[in-house]
């Protein structure tokens, strides 16, 4: 008996209900087998893909197939050809979860790629449909036949369709691959991450918080650029689609934030050693709301009034994150039943020895209406706050009193009995202008050159490797500090720039650039790191010459224009 050939619509119900097994937001909001995803932070991930689809859609890597494809579908036969294309490559993902690579209706190639999340397929990435050879005559027939048009129409459709060399296929299938392999990790990562900030949060170790959230934010940040690097290197395709340029735009959106969020948290995390530096107190309020989002949750309502015109400081940068990292948590741990958080700033002049003083008011309160052990209301100024250091929220505020009298200020602490609890920090503001921006150097491409890529992530050794590579570069990667210095002693051509980590397990940047000039080397070398410059050893490593620097995650861009800038300054200065 043969097989009753299916409609149009039951192909189209059984495409849906395969790509419903295979998408991340179906799967999470159904959440039937996988209890990971129940806790999952769908607004990040969406994000993160750049809207529902990945991040082409189906049309993939090459849009210009679109036109010959809206014109088969015109006609019911070419519908249910290439409905039934479809179906017949997800079913081989959804049964098998492996890479597919299909030739299907009028000898079209396509490849798909699932993104796996702990062994769970959760979206696949599709190439985008090509052709190895030109279509036949007979081929540009069926076109038109099914198209419903001339023969000379359907030709010139067919002229759109790229038509890959075996080289080219190659090359297209091992970007998807890495691009695939860069999100998997991005994915995981972030799932991870949130996992451990809940671990984190409950425990209030600071010291394991601080090693934990510094690993996931270095790892992070990697992620970030390998995302961020490949989605720029695609942006500089020509004719993307409109609503593939978008949804690459917002990938790169999102990745920008998330380089935000880890610079915040490696500031966290900076060392001890800081010298002095204008910070703006404005900054780091919003920058500390946004990490404490999970804490505040929906039973905590965040107010904020910035008010203050003059908002910088002369601190330690980690001192004022630290000051209004405690008053915010101190603030939010006062009321577990939930509340209102108000966080107010204003200029105020005091008389101070030198005479009226212009000074930077921060003022935390929260509707608990109850003082913190060991305070009174009279209590103000140095000297005077007294607080038990066993007691959680004293200890908090007690930090704050001894960080805030180190930089000549004053903490006044209040509370309404039943209404508002008030902490107030009060801190000289900076006198004399702005701050003078360095302008930033802008350079033409050089020749192609020789370079080496010192890195310990292997996904983001590759992604420096396409990057440079396509910019006419000849890369070679090491894995660390040791594979390098062997590679550097057996002698042979020397590279004309070197791209390294700043952090890795055996020598960490300061140390490779020390032993590179105690070697007699002049060859430049471009820093990378999720650190600031401002770090004390990336600015020592920054004193010695021909040094530069390039902080996680960055753009296909800013990794080009970086290596131009620091081969053109070498040029110049020999």
Known sequence: MAKREQTIRE???????????????????????????????????????????????????????????????????????????????????????????VQGALGFFEAVFPVKLRGLVVHCLWSGRFREQPFTRDEIGEIARLAGVSRADAEELAQAIPVLSKKQVERTLAFCGRFRGALEQAIANHLHSSELTQQLVQSERTHSVGTLSGGVAHHFNNLLSVILGYSSFVLNREQLSGEAADALHKISEAAQRGRRLTEEILAFLGSEVEEETPCDVHETVNNV??????????????????????????????????????????????????????????NTHLATEDGRQEFFRLEVADSSGVMPSGVRPDMAGKGKLQLHAGDRIGFKLSSVYGMVGRLDGTVLVSSEPGALTRVQVLLPTVSGGELIREEKKIRHRLAPSRIWVVDDDAIFREMCRQVLSDEGHAVDEMAGGREFQEKWRKGGAKPDLIL????????NGLQLCEWLRNEGSKIPVILVSGFSSSQPDIRKALKLRKTFFLQKPFSFREMADTVTVALGETLIGE
Request: net charge negative; aromatic share 6%.
């Open 11 to 101: 192909l189209a119900a059984a495409k849906e209900h395969l790509l419903q097994s295979l998408r991340f937001f179906d799967l999470a909001a159904a959440a039937r087998e996988s209890d990971f995803l129940k806790n999952v932070d769908i607004a990040a991930i969406k994000e993160l893909f750049g809207g529902a689809d990945l991040p082409w859609g189906e049309e993939g890597l090459y849009p210009e197939s679109g036109k010959i494809l809206a014109a088969i579908r015109k006609s019911e036969e070419g519908q249910k050809l290439l409905l039934a294309s479809d179906v017949d490559i997800l079913k081989k993902v959804a049964e098998t979860g492996k890479d597919q690579v």
């Open 500 to 507: 390294m980590d700043f952090s890795m397990p055996e020598y």
């Open 289 to 346: 709301l946004s990490l404490l989002e999970s804490k505040t949750g929906t039973h905590v309502r965040v107010q904020t009034h910035l008010d203050a015109k003059a908002s910088t400081v002369l601190a330690p940068p980690s001192s004022i994150r630290q000051i209004v990292f405690n008053l915010l948590t101190n603030a939010i741990d006062s009321m577990p039943s939930g509340g209102v958080l108000t966080v107010t700033t204003i």
